[in-house]
T-cell receptor, first 113, second 113 residues
Framework: QKEVEQDPGPLSVPEGAIVSLNCTYS??????FMWYRQYSRKGPELLMY????GNKEDGRFTAQVDKSSKYISLFIRDSQPSDSATYLC?????????????FGKGTRLHILP | EAQVTQNPRYLITVTGKKLTVTCSQN?????MSWYRQDPGLGLRQIYY???????DKGDVPEGYKVSRKEKRNFPLILESPSPNQTSLYFC????????????FGNGTRLTVT
């Protein structure tokens, strides 16, 4: 089983809809969970950063971690065409300083005007 | 402005001709890393550096070299490029490998013919 799995999409939704993006992971010891957004021809940029289980909200974005199911989600409310991008989940073990960040392959999202 | 600067943005070269992709950050970050991004494979780590004069292999180091003589610079060297190194390359930096956000450059698209 791969360490992090993410549906590549593409996912097309109408403007204003709620978007749900998801990843599953294999190692229950992972503690730090991130979502990066990558626009075309740009580097990824950090969108959300959470530690352990629970929800974290930032404006229209909510990150959710369910450690019992090894499942992380990113919800986008009132989606806008400017949200069209590739979204990458990322996980860091956090147990050793030289643990590496493991990235999902990314989900391409299109918000249709 | 805090940033990671990569040069060049686009590079076309021929097999066997040595090249260097430069990366510089102005955030005084200790950790720097190189990734390549390929369709269907996502981001894969090539090399990373925890600090000056401290570099280590990532997941796909074959055919690449790096150096970290100064904190701000982390060049990627391809001694003898081959067509399978055609890819989109990203440099990233952070205060630490996972417990702080990774800041990415805008990428270098390399084509080896």
């Amino acid at each position: 089983q791969k360490e992090v799995e993410q549906d590549p999409g593409p996912l097309s939704v109408p403007e204003g809809a709620i978007v749900s993006l998801n990843c599953t992971y294999s190692n229950s010891a992972f503690q730090y969970f991130m979502w990066y957004r990558q626009y075309s021809r740009k580097g990824p940029e950090l969108l959300m950063y959470t530690y352990s289980s629970g929800n974290k909200e930032d404006g229209r974005f909510t990150a959710q971690v369910d450690k019992s199911s090894k499942y992380i989600s990113l919800f986008i409310r009132d989606s806008q065409p400017s949200d069209s991008a590739t979204y990458l989940c990322a996980i860091w073990g956090g147990m050793n300083r030289d643990d590496k960040i493991i990235f999902g392959k990314g989900t391409r999202l299109h918000i249709l005007p | 402005e805090a940033q990671v600067t990569q040069n060049p943005r686009y590079l076309i070269t021929v097999t066997g001709k040595k090249l260097t992709v430069t990366c510089s950050q102005n955030m005084n970050h200790e950790y720097m890393s190189w990734y390549r991004q390929d369709p269907g494979l996502g981001l894969r780590q090539i090399y990373y550096s925890m600090n000056v004069e401290a570099t280590d292999k990532g997941d796909v180091p074959e055919g690449y070299k790096v150096s970290r003589k100064e904190k701000r610079n982390f060049p990627l060297i391809l001694e003898s490029p081959s067509p399978n190194q055609t890819s989109l390359y990203f440099c990233a930096s952070s205060k630490g490998p996972g417990n702080s956000p990774l800041h990415f450059g805008n990428g270098t698209r390399l084509t080896v013919t």
